[in-house]
């Protein structure tokens, strides 16, 4: 155990490390050009050190761990203390790339090194048991990024680290010739093999063409991170200590976190543990110790790093650094006033004093769950606000029903033909009175009713007790989601672009979304089957795989025949479930083709069903087709239907009883939803024709061959999506509305990896001819005004 001695001298330590940091501290103690501006990456930290100088550590309680456990596992591999070493400068000294390699090995940990290193990575990684890093850049040439990828994967390096962002922090000047690159002499200037900045464009390409473990720095924000991961990053590193609360909690262990800049002591590294990364970089000690020792010196400051965390580990008597979380932190609470946060009898108050009552402090955004930090959440809060603010604008961004099909009176008329049938069913007035007042069971009162309905309109055969009966379809989404995942390294697949309320759902539940992009003519099962095998690679299990087969929303594409086929014997092959959600095929005109549903032998398929756009949306009933056998312990074999009610038992208890019997009424009163729908289709099918002529005239071939404008003609559902040469952005969608009248949907809302930038989609189903005439024509004259902008 730690003496109270030893947890003094530590204490006195650290103020007095604090206070020579504060005097000796100026800068980051990395390059910066003479004369220039500082990069950002030195300016955070430099903010880092600040930070870092300003928090304080708790002292345990007495009898703490004396030998605490420093170790960690990140990535799948174990070091002796949550720190990386680098990156490295290849100038710090000559020789210094191999002997940081090398003193960082005997340490335990892993080093960073920098792609234009003098050694080749053979070399480098021959000399490390533990296996080191790369840090890369976006490459002018894709060639030489490729070979640069393969040679450090064929070395055994560990990971690649990404910088989004400029490459300003990048050094100038001649290098030696770059070991690892071709270069048969000096470098001029590395910069000149660069591109002027990397984007996500570059983490998603580098995602596709490696499975090394792929880190991304520069990492900023919470929405920065949760795209990071979406994009297929195995890890992210922050550069500010002040976001890294909210970064990781957004995060919440889908992947490692990492703190990079200003870490100068073990204290530093407990205080980043403690505010939510995994891991430190450490770059200046190191340098320092190798201009002034070359390897030794290097082992020293490592070993002095190391030392220094255990030290601090101890006198905050945490046990493990999996231990350390924000209650070890020390720092003031400042209210507006500069007053110290502190009790009564503390400030100076008589003691047994009751001490005054303070106002509550303000919830902080980081302490709550990382989904609300998704952007993804605000998507439709930005277009209801857009709506509100232009409510003279035409907007073809709803995807409701027409309301001019809905008449109030039919819901007291399918409300009592549900009631007849009960008691043509032989139920007594008072359990007819019961199945309208009380809950109901939890997986549905009207099962029987939608299984005799799937049976007649979509030719779904299956026993009503696979059926439950949701608060639409969202609820349908949210409860086969908790069911499938049961860890983080369970994945989710979507067809990308996709449906906002499948990812918002996963994000909810803390579930790894991959996606799967469509190409120019719809989904592949190449494609598909491609990601399966990544995430194999990576040691994930995919799960599911989440399709809108017909019509989809937002891009209007249709699975064809062949592909479905395809589909289901890739998912039986691979042993994952398809999720199919399919709610325009009824309210789409012609002849449609047959669900996956209908054509799953195999019972690979979870149909999830809404009458939203069949009967009508403030009904708010859904379903899902659950009837996968599932084999408990004991050997016993019931559906998963009957697991998904379990899970509802205990979010909506049951679906509105009144709800179910509107909606019974009506399947009782139609003869069949094709039957009722078949006004309702033909009209929306006559608004998608009418919006793809208005386009057409008012952007004929020609003219839109020269904008670079394209679309596609869906045949029936809802959606159709516009390729456009601008950023079709908020910003975009506000000029819209503000300047020409017109609402839209911007296509990046719905691509969960990152992508969409340049689509619009349409909606066509909420708006009149009158409307729809009137619409393209504004659409038309805010494509040609923004493709003229600079």
Not at 306 to 318: D, I, L, Q, S
Not at 584 to 603: I, N
Request: glycine share 10%; aromatic share 6%; proline share 7%.
């Amino acid at each position: 155990m730690a003496s109270a001695d030893d947890r003094t001298r530590f204490g006195r330590r650290m103020r007095a490390d604090a206070d020579s940091a504060r005097a000796n501290s100026p800068s980051t103690g990395e390059h910066i050009p003479a004369g220039g501006p500082i990069p950002a990456e030195e300016r955070a930290s430099a903010a880092n050190r600040t930070a870092f100088d300003r928090t304080g550590l708790r002292q345990g309680p007495p009898g703490g761990p004396r030998q605490p456990e420093t170790a960690v596992k990140i990535l799948d591999r174990t070091w002796a203390a949550p720190l990386v070493v680098g990156p490295l400068d290849a100038r710090a000294r000559p020789g210094g790339e191999l002997a940081v390699v090398q003193a960082a090995a005997a340490a335990g940990l892993p080093a960073v090194v920098g792609a234009f290193a003098e050694r080749t990575f053979a070399e480098l990684s021959s000399v490390a048991d533990v296996p080191p890093w790369l840090r890369t850049y976006a490459f002018r040439s894709r060639t030489t990024a490729r070979e640069l990828l393969a040679r450090a994967q064929d070395a055994g390096f560990g990971a690649l680290v990404l910088a989004l962002g400029d490459r300003a922090g990048v050094r100038t000047g001649p290098v030696a010739a770059p070991a690892n690159l071709g270069e048969e002499g000096p470098c001029a200037d590395v910069r000149s093999l660069l591109a002027a900045r990397a984007d996500w464009s570059d983490v998603a390409w580098l995602r596709s063409a490696t499975s090394l473990p792929l880190l991304v720095a520069g990492v900023r924000t919470a929405a920065d991170a949760l795209r990071a991961v979406a994009t297929g990053a195995d890890g992210i590193v922050v550069d500010s200590l002040g976001a890294l609360p909210e970064i990781a909690a957004c995060v919440s262990g889908r992947c490692p976190v990492l703190l990079s800049g200003g870490v100068r002591r073990g204290a530093d590294v407990l205080v980043a543990l403690a505010s939510g990364a995994d891991a430190a970089l450490v770059g200046r000690p190191v340098v320092e110790g190798l201009r002034a020792g070359g390897r030794a010196g290097v082992t020293e400051a490592l070993g002095g790093l190391a030392r220094e965390f255990a030290e601090a580990m101890a006198f905050t008597g945490t046990g493990t650094a999996a231990d350390a979380g924000p209650a070890l932190i020390r720092t003031a609470y400042r209210p507006a006033d500069g007053s110290a946060d502190v009790p009564g009898d503390v400030r100076g108050a008589a003691p047994g004093d009751v001490p005054p009552v303070r106002a509550s402090r303000p919830l902080r955004k980081s302490d709550l769950h990382a989904s609300v930090c998704d952007p993804v959440l605000d998507t439709m809060n930005f277009l209801n606000e857009i709506t509100f603010r232009y409510p003279q604008a035409i907007s073809f961004a709803p995807g409701r029903p027409y309301d001019g099909f809905f008449d109030s009176e039919q819901m007291f008329a399918h409300l009592r033909r549900y009631l007849d049938h009960l008691a043509e069913q032989g139920s007594s007035p008072r359990q007819v009175r019961t199945a309208l007042y009380q809950y109901g069971p939890t997986a549905g009162q009207i099962r029987e009713i939608i299984a005799d309905s799937l049976r007649a309109d979509e030719d779904i055969d299956v026993p009503a007790e696979s059926i439950v009966v949701t608060v639409g379809a969202q609820e349908a989404m949210l409860l086969v989601l908790r069911a499938l995942i049961t860890g983080p390294d369970d994945v989710l697949l979507v067809s990308s672009p996709c449906y906002v309320g499948i990812t918002g759902a996963a994000r909810l539940l803390d579930i790894a979304v991959t996606p799967v992009e469509e190409r120019d003519d719809g989904f592949s099962c190449a494609d598909l089957e491609a990601a399966i095998r990544r995430e194999r690679a990576r040691g994930r299990r995919p799960r599911a795989f989440y399709v809108v087969p017909d019509h989809s929303n937002p891009s209007g594409t249709t699975l064809d025949a062949r592909a479905r086929t395809e589909l289901l014997d890739l998912a039986a092959r691979y042993d994952i479930l398809v999720l199919e959600d399919s709610p325009y095929r009824l309210v789409s005109p012609g002849r449609q083709l047959p669900t996956l549903k209908s054509l799953d032998r195999a019972h690979t398929v979870v149909h999830l069903g809404s009458y939203a756009k069949t009967v009508f949306p403030g009904a708010r009933v859904g379903f899902a087709v659950a009837d996968q056998p599932v084999v408990d312990d004991h050997g016993r074999t019931g559906l998963l239907a009957d697991e998904l009610a379990k899970i509802k038992s205990m979010v909506t208890v049951n679906t509105s009883s009144l709800s179910q019997a509107v909606v019974a009424g009506t399947l009782l009163a139609a003869g069949g939803l094709a039957e009722l729908n078949v006004t309702a289709a033909a009209y929306y099918g006559d608004a998608m024709k009418a919006t793809l002529r208005g386009l057409d005239t008012h952007l004929p071939p020609a003219r839109r061959a020269a904008l670079g404008v394209r679309w596609n003609e869906p045949t029936g559902g809802f959606f159709l999506n516009v390729r456009v040469p601008f950023r079709a952005d908020n910003a975009a969608l506000t000029r819209s509305a503000q300047d020409f009248g017109v609402i839209w949907t911007p296509m990046a809302y719905f691509y969960p990896g990152g992508g969409g930038l340049h689509g619009m989609r349409l909606s066509t189903s909420y708006l009149t001819p009158a409307e729809i005439k009137e619409g393209t024509a504004r659409l038309a004259r805010f494509v040609e005004a923004e493709s003229a902008r600079p």
